[in-house]
């Protein structure tokens, strides 16, 4: 079992007297991609903002890299965070920046770089995420939505982060594009070696590119397991997720995919053995 980088326990959550998470527990480990998944308000969100220290939580502990953040000073937190990349739903990129400037920010303030070792950097990285070279002088407003992601993404990527933090990734981006975005992210995550805590809703992604998946509900996490364990809890919202027509979908593209590979791996063995 891979080493454990994020451990939280007993996170409590709570917005004047409406309580999102009491008692939660998680484990997230090196390496991994964890899928967090749960009905509209069940905190997602929320616990992706507690992790990287958007917001301090009411109670519980998050040790990351064997460190408490709440007992952490403000230097030394910011510290651990720089470790942490974060792409939020809609982007969050800077309007009034080109797509260059936007992934150079944070390398100028926060790893000390010239604006032209910063820019010249940017620009490896938006090609990492798969965007062509002209697209670095772009601006937000000029991108499709799978750009924008693409783009967010270089810029999560720019202090070559051990964590990547995914908020809805694939959210509004067509099936191929989604397709896409999850093949990125696990090329990125095998060659890169990041773990990746990721948000979603969309099963494809779950099937496709998650080692485990997390569910909240109840206000904690009811199972975090691999796929095959976690589809067949017993709870009437996993049942109904996962079992579900989409559900039924994702789960016989993902085997039919998986069988496609193997029968294509093993006709290749056969032919190098001829």
């Not at 408490?68 to 920046?97: H, I, N, P, Y």
């Not at 100028?108 to 032209?116: K, P, T």
């Not at 090329?187 to 890169?192: N, Q, S, W």
């Amino acid at each position: 079992m891979s080493e454990a980088i994020i451990e939280i326990r007993d996170l409590v959550n709570r917005f004047g007297s409406h309580v999102v998470h009491d008692g939660l527990d998680l484990t997230i480990r090196r390496g991994e991609i964890l899928g967090v998944v749960g009905g509209s308000g069940t905190g997602k969100s929320v616990l992706l903002r507690s992790i990287v220290g958007l917001r301090r939580p009411n109670d519980g502990s998050i040790r990351v890299f064997g460190k408490d953040l709440q007992r952490l000073s403000a230097t030394e937190r910011a510290r651990v965070e720089q470790r942490f990349g974060v792409l939020f739903q809609r982007g969050a990129l800077f309007s009034s920046l080109n797509l260059q400037e936007n992934v150079a920010l944070p390398l100028i303030e926060h790893a000390g770089l010239s604006r032209s070792d910063a820019e010249r950097l940017a620009r490896v990285k938006l090609a990492l995420a798969g965007l062509p070279s002209h697209a670095a002088r772009l601006y937000p407003s000029e991108l499709s939505g799978g750009m924008v992601k693409r783009a967010a993404l270089a810029r999560a990527l720019a202090l070559d982060p051990e964590v990547l933090f995914l908020d809805e990734p694939t959210a509004g981006l067509d099936p191929i594009g989604a397709a896409a975005f999850d093949r990125l992210i696990m090329t990125l995550r095998d060659a890169l070696g990041f773990s990746v805590f990721l948000v979603t809703h969309d099963l494809d992604t779950l099937y496709t590119s998650c080692d485990r998946v997390a569910v909240i509900a109840e206000k904690r996490i009811l199972v975090a397991d691999t796929l095959p364990v976690v589809e067949n809890t017993p709870h009437a919202w996993i049942q109904d997720y996962f079992h579900g027509p989409r559900g039924r979908a994702a789960s016989q593209a993902a085997h039919a995919d998986t069988t496609a590979k193997a029968a294509a791996g093993k006709a290749s063995t056969n032919g190098e053995l001829r």
